[in-house]
């Protein structure tokens, strides 16, 4: 469970196991959890995160876009 980063209580990170899926990448804190996809930018799923957190986790994801997608097409070889 490769962590790509953390942004104040977050932690950016997607599951090895994950190849077969489009790129994206979880978000936790605490036992709230997000996904949103790289390609574009959308939220997949989330739980127990507040819509208006889930605003500015999207922010993040936007802001950190090209790490994000580097960070997963090296891990998994896209």
């Not at 996904?35 to 989330?46: G, I, R």
């Not at 999207?58 to 891990?75: D, G, K, P, S, T």
């Amino acid at each position: 469970m490769p962590t790509v980063m953390r942004i104040g209580p977050y932690r950016f990170f997607f599951y090895s196991n994950e190849r077969g899926e489009p790129a994206h990448i979880h978000i936790q804190r605490d036992q709230s959890l997000a996904k949103f996809w790289l390609n574009p930018v959308t939220l997949a799923s989330s739980k127990h995160f507040a819509a208006s957190e889930l605003t500015v986790l999207r922010q993040h994801v936007e802001h950190h876009l090209q790490a994000l997608r580097e960070a997963w097409n090296e891990y998994h070889g896209n």
